[in-house]
């Protein structure tokens, strides 16, 4: 336990799955290509080109940055080798729309539990409507204004970046308090006592290379939210909200890329699992905290807000 966050490490017997490349080594090994989808770019779609004899796994909430503004992904991808597919993508960069550059890179963050929730919940409706993995912008862009005025943090271009690369020292405690095991493949996380969620990937050496990452997700929640005091995780609690996970009823969907799109929404918690060749590459679910007459009244600003942005 660090200050007000606590983890779970959580291991599997065995990896299962076809092998993949995370998406940090794809684009430093130059094999991923990301882009704008045209010259004059489309706010919620990207151009990816996997040049690698490998699949490569996006996942939900990384955050590409350059181009003509900074996005993240809104689900998780398991693109083919040798493809060049057309993914869903939210903008963190509300203030510019010009380019920096002509390719994305990894900005090396995931963004925070909070605005993966918010997220996940506006795509689930998404598929719902039948409009595909499209976010409610509107909403991320309030989110990330609400993290930025809370870390005091202020940004020319309103870019979810920034808030992190601000506040770098600070979760870099998080990321010492919190170091990778040997054959870890997931982390479980508390905040204030409270149980906030948890990733799954189904190979431990890709696991290894996105742990720092959602340390950081995790941790921005932890920073923004600390009280004088804490109390202290239940394993008991922990395993509760697994056997939940494990047993929501899921709605199916077909993935992005290669795989199927497996999601749950109960009245306690909003997840998702990319499954392929019988083995889940990455499960998320996370403590839902939002009323459900609330997620009504939202829906149809939501269905508004996929509209205008495609």
């Not at 606590?6 to 017997?13: D, I, V």
């Not at 993914?87 to 509300?94: F, G, L, M, R, W």
């Not at 508390?190 to 799954?200: A, K, L, S, T, Y």
Request: glycine share 6%; hydrophobic share 35%; proline share 3%.
């Amino acid at each position: 336990m660090f200050k007000n966050m606590a983890t779970f490490s959580l291991e599997a017997p065995n990896d299962c799955g076809p092998d993949y490349l995370t998406m940090q080594e794809a684009i430093d090994r130059q094999l991923l290509k990301v882009t704008e989808i045209t010259e004059s770019g489309s706010v919620p779609d990207l151009k990816v080109i996997n040049l690698a004899d490998q699949y490569v796994l996006l996942l939900d909430g990384e955050e590409l940055m350059g181009a003509k503004q900074n996005r993240v992904l809104t689900t998780t991808i398991l693109l083919k080798p040798q493809t060049e597919t057309t993914i869903p993508v939210s903008c963190t960069e509300q203030g510019r729309w010009a380019y920096s550059s002509r390719e994305f890179a990894s900005s090396g963050h995931i963004m925070s539990k909070k605005i993966r929730l918010s997220q996940m919940d506006s795509v689930h409706e998404s598929l719902r409507q039948k409009m595909g993995h499209h976010s409610n912008q509107g909403a991320v862009w309030d989110e990330i204004h609400k993290m930025s005025a809370d870390a005091e943090v202020a940004s020319e271009t309103s870019a979810m970046r920034d808030v992190y690369e601000s506040k770098a020292s600070d979760l870099a405690e998080y990321q010492k308090a919190f170091e990778c095991q040997p054959k870890q493949q997931g982390i479980l996380v508390f905040i204030n006592g409270e149980i906030e969620g948890f990733d799954i990937i189904s190979r431990a050496s890709a696991y290894q290379k996105l742990h720092s990452k959602l340390i950081k997700s995790y941790a921005m929640d932890a920073m923004l939210r600390q009280t004088e005091q804490t109390d202290s995780p239940s394993i008991d609690d922990a395993k509760t909200f697994l056997t939940a996970a494990q047993n929501g009823t899921a709605e199916h969907y077909p993935s992005v890329g290669y795989g199927d799109d497996y999601r749950v929404e109960e009245e306690t918690m909003v997840g998702s699992a990319l499954v392929a060749d019988d083995c889940a590459i990455h499960i998320a679910f996370f403590k839902n905290t939002e009323n459900a007459d609330n997620q009504q009244m939202a829906g149809v600003r939501q269905r508004r807000a996929f509209r205008s942005v495609r």
